[in-house]
């Protein structure tokens, strides 16, 4: 099946840095990519779906130039979380958008996922 | 904003028990799918229904989508410990490749 890696799978920062996160999909190009938060035993909240090769579009109440997102090529998306501070401590999860082919192309919209990153800001 | 309220939220039985969990919109979608995370990982997804009233059995779970397919189940037979972890739905509606996650549920089963 379809492979998706993010890097680091833990990051610890000090207060005012800023961290990268990166969602690699190994075996497929994904033009679309999605990027969740997750808070401590609660739901995958979205943050933005990225675009290759165009700005990504943000999900109401999330700060785009806190979290800047990147889709540079098919098969790599970022994620940078800019000016950390304590409240953005989460568990960020990258999904990458499969296309199921079967002689025509049928699209079902399955989302393969990222292991997740955990970020601990100090 | 689309809302996907799962039910119930916590659920903790003994081992051999079933069990059903709701996921309910007032959202249309053209797709749903149910995921089971465990600690610390991605989600793992189980299964997508697209259509209408469809069932879908994997092993000693069945998954239903409503006929309006604005809600679906998920039911496990004889559930067993390693049934623990969070499960999820997830919808998507017609015209978009994103999907919403519902509340979760955290199941935990005790042997």
């Known amino acids: 099946g379809a492979v998706v890696s993010q890097h680091p799978s833990r990051v610890i920062c000090k207060s005012g840095t800023s961290v990268k996160i990166e969602c690699r999909s190994l075996?497929?190009?994904?033009?679309?990519m999605f990027w969740y938060r997750q808070f401590p035993k609660k739901s995958l909240m979205l943050m933005a779906t990225?675009?290759?090769?165009?700005?990504?579009?943000?999900e109401q109440g999330v700060e785009k130039d806190k979290f800047l997102i990147n889709h540079a090529s098919l098969t790599l998306s970022t994620l940078t979380v800019t000016s950390a501070h304590p409240e953005d401590s989460s568990f960020y999860i990258c999904?990458?958008?499969?296309?199921?082919?079967?002689?025509?192309?049928?699209?079902?919209?399955?989302?393969?996922f990222g292991e997740g990153s955990r970020l601990t800001v100090l | 904003t689309q809302l996907l309220e799962q039910s119930p939220q916590f659920l903790s039985i003994q081992e051999g028990e079933n069990l059903t969990v709701y996921c309910n919109s007032s959202s249309v979608f053209s797709s749903l799918q149910w995921y089971r995370q465990e600690p610390g990982e991605g989600p793992v997804l189980l299964v997508t229904v697209v259509t209408g009233g469809e069932v879908k059995k994997l092993k000693r779970l069945t998954f239903q989508f409503g006929d309006a397919r604005k809600d679906s189940s998920l039911h496990i037979t004889a559930a067993q410990p390693g049934d623990t972890g969070l499960y999820l739905c997830a919808g998507r509606s017609s015209g978009t490749y994103k999907y919403i996650f519902g509340t979760g549920t955290r199941l935990k089963v005790l042997a």
């Open positions: 075996d497929f190009q994904a033009t679309t």
């Open positions: 990225s675009n290759e090769g165009s700005k990504a579009t943000y």
């Open positions: 999904s990458a958008r499969g296309t199921v082919t079967s002689g025509s192309v049928i699209d079902t919209g399955e989302l393969f």
